[in-house]
């Protein structure tokens, strides 16, 4: 996952590169190096699954890479994989992603039935279903990276950055999600370029909250989990890291 932070604003259970993958080993402060066994095997048999944060990533940088080329693999989705599928799930990562229909994270990464646990939610806000939803995969299924994955052009962004100019309030539960990304918004700019900044800057501020949760925090203390914020940009089909 390169990190791509021009132009972007800061704030308060798997790096994605356009060229060359190497940068993706270099994600989040405590990733650790790979030196666990990876010792589950693919559901469709082919290769080893990934065990430990670094390998999830690179898994994940592998099948953007793949999606953004146009040389998907489509794995998992075989017959004897739904077969193998009934007795157990073991995926590799958690991706906590917007609702948008042009961002299905089991599309952009070129995984699966059984790679990924996916929870989406509008601007990948947090509720306590989505908070007990990642952890049951980090806790539970023992996933050892969780993606928090934002993307160009927004719209549960667009609609809070909106409301905000305004002065006006979303209609029903829609503000909840307005109130959410609030603490995103960079009041010093307008229009698209606060729009875009806010989309970054709202995938740092739900990463770090996860990362404070004490289940996940523990496990990223001791090294077998890592939390990243990444973003998918529409126009190139590329997934970056957010640091």
């Given amino acids: 996952m390169t990190d791509n932070t021009e132009r972007r604003a800061p704030l308060g259970r798997r790096g994605l590169v356009r060229g060359a993958l190497t940068g993706a080993v270099a994600v989040a402060a405590g990733l650790v190096s790979d030196t666990a066994t990876s010792t589950a095997?693919?559901?469709?048999?082919?290769?080893?699954?990934?065990?430990?944060?670094?390998?999830?990533?690179?898994e994940l940088a592998a099948g953007n890479a793949r999606w953004r080329t146009f040389h998907e693999?489509?794995?998992?989705?075989?017959?004897?994989?739904?077969?193998?599928?009934?007795?157990?799930?073991?995926?590799?990562?958690?991706?906590l992603g917007c609702i948008d229909s042009r961002v299905p994270p089991e599309l952009v990464f070129d995984?699966?039935?059984?790679?990924?646990?996916?929870?989406?939610?509008?601007?990948?806000?947090?509720?306590?279903?989505?908070?007990?939803s990642i952890t049951y995969g980090?806790?539970?299924?023992?996933?050892?990276?969780?993606?928090?994955?934002g993307h160009q052009s927004c719209g549960a962004v667009t609609a809070a950055v909106q409301a905000a100019e305004d002065g006006e309030l979303l209609p029903g539960h829609m503000q909840y999600l307005a109130d959410q990304i609030h603490p995103a918004l960079n009041r010093t700019l307008r229009g698209a370029a606060r729009v875009d900044a806010a989309i970054t800057a709202n995938v740092r501020l739900v990463r770090s909250r996860l990362a404070a949760e004490p289940v996940l925090s523990a496990k990223v203390a001791?090294?077998?989990?890592?939390?990243?914020?990444?973003?998918?940009?529409?126009?190139?089909?590329?997934?970056h890291q957010i640091r």
Avoid at 80 to 93: C, I, M
Wanted: net charge positive; hydrophobic share 45%.
């Fill in 222 to 239: 001791a090294g077998v989990l890592a939390v990243v914020g990444a973003r998918y940009e529409l126009t190139s089909q590329r997934v």
């Fill in 138 to 149: 980090v806790h539970e299924l023992g996933i050892p990276l969780v993606v928090v994955l």
């Fill in 111 to 132: 995984q699966g039935l059984g790679d990924l646990l996916t929870v989406r939610s509008a601007g990948s806000v947090l509720d306590e279903a989505v908070l007990a």
């Fill in 41 to 58: 095997i693919r559901a469709d048999g082919k290769g080893l699954r990934p065990r430990t944060p670094e390998s999830a990533l690179r």
């Fill in 73 to 95: 693999r489509n794995p998992d989705r075989t017959r004897a994989v739904r077969q193998t599928l009934v007795a157990g799930q073991h995926p590799f990562a958690v991706v």
